[in-house]
Each structure stands twice: as structure tokens, then as C-alpha cells.
């Protein structure tokens, strides 16, 4: 599974299944929040970064962190393949 795919997982309308993927992955509070803003909320990375009183560099380094773990823990479960197959 690769970040793109993790970013596209994130903005399905089902979100009560996002939420539920998220609890399967070893992130802090503050970067699960993150994902939130940014991609179930819409939120640029400036307004999130202003939102989680990061820099903006910050923030990216620690979205695509997010979202590599997202990936690697993801790449095993069943349930999310059909949440990736049900969005395309």
C-alpha cells in the first residue's frame, strides 16, 4: 500500500471506518489528529499547521510520517483493502 492510497482511504465518506482503520495503527494522539485535519476535514497544511502549532515544515515531516506508517500497518488488513476497493 503506498501514502497515495493511505490519503485516498482517509478521504472515503465512510468515516466511522476511517476511524476505525486509525485505532490499528501506532500513531500519537497529535499525528491522528493530523490526518483528520488534513484529509477527512479538508484542512490545508498552513490551516493545520496553524491548528496544531507546528510550522508547516513540521507538519509535513510528520504527515508523510503518518502516512508512511499508515501504510505499512495497513498493507495487511483485509478490512481496509475492501475500504480501498469500495473508493475507486
Known sequence: MTR???KTILRTP???LVLCALS???LSDR???LLILRYMRG???EEAA???RLSVNGLQKREYAALKTCAEAWDKLLFIQEI???TQ
Request: aromatic share 10%; net charge negative.
Open 4 to 6: 497515495d492510497d493511505v
Open 14 to 16: 465512510y468515516k466511522p
Open 24 to 26: 490499528y495503527v501506532n
Open 31 to 33: 499525528d491522528i489528529n
Open 43 to 45: 484542512h490545508t497544511q
Open 50 to 52: 496553524e491548528e496544531l
Open 84 to 86: 480501498s476497493k469500495a
